[in-house]
């Protein structure tokens, strides 16, 4: 299913049903202030699980991050000095995935022994909605293209044609940006951009 929201007057009701649809498992394609992402309920490993094969990877070994829409939380999934804590406050929300010690709660999430997770708090009127309206975080992962010219496919219509029959929901936020965000590494306690992306980091 196509769903289409505009930021001028989004649909509070279409964001219930993205909501509804993540809550019974579901797996929704949706807008980031960088590219189109691919996510579900961080709380479903079934649909975890769903994510991972369309990626071809283990859900144990994929590089999967989480998207919340404030830093009030973040002790539930990672472990954050002061010093990161203010770098991430002046940063965000933004293009930025910054890549965290994880809490105690990610392994049993994910079943696995993942020591590290991605954080994103992206400046996107969508994906902060969908949280908000969800209670808890969404397990994410950026949409690659087969294509060797372009990496990240952008058109909502060509995506949703693309992996209809794979997932339940897509979300049309008109053309996305085809760079993704800036990762920043945090974990052994400096700031080391591994992956430059749209985000410009402020220290």
Do not use: W
């Not at 990877?57 to 994929?62: P, T, Y």
């Not at 219509?157 to 053309?175: N, Q, W």
Request: aromatic residues 8%; hydrophobic residues 35%.
């Amino acid at each position: 299913m196509l769903v289409k929201l505009y930021p001028d007057n989004p649909n509070h009701r279409e964001f219930q049903k993205i909501a509804d649809t993540l809550k019974n498992g579901g797996i929704i394609i949706y807008p980031t202030d960088t590219v189109y992402a691919m996510g579900c309920d961080i709380t479903n490993n079934k649909a975890i699980q769903r994510i991972a094969r369309l990626k071809g990877v283990s859900a144990e070994k994929g590089n999967f991050s989480l998207i919340c829409n404030s830093l009030s939380n973040l002790a539930e999934y990672a472990k954050v000095d002061n010093s990161t804590f203010k770098v991430m406050k002046k940063n965000l929300p933004g293009a930025f995935t910054f890549i965290l010690q994880a809490s105690n709660n990610v392994p049993k999430l994910f079943k696995s022994k993942k020591k590290t997770v991605g954080i994103r708090i992206p400046n996107h009127y969508i994906p902060l909605g969908i949280v908000e309206e969800l209670g808890n975080p969404i397990m994410t992962t950026s949409i690659r293209d087969m294509d060797e010219v372009v990496e990240y496919t952008t058109d909502p219509e060509l995506i949703h044609e693309k992996y209809s029959k794979d997932v339940d929901l897509v979300i049309d936020g008109g053309f996305g940006n085809n760079t993704a965000s800036t990762v920043v590494d945090c974990s052994e306690g400096d700031f080391e951009i591994i992956r430059p992306g749209i985000g410009e980091l402020i220290l």
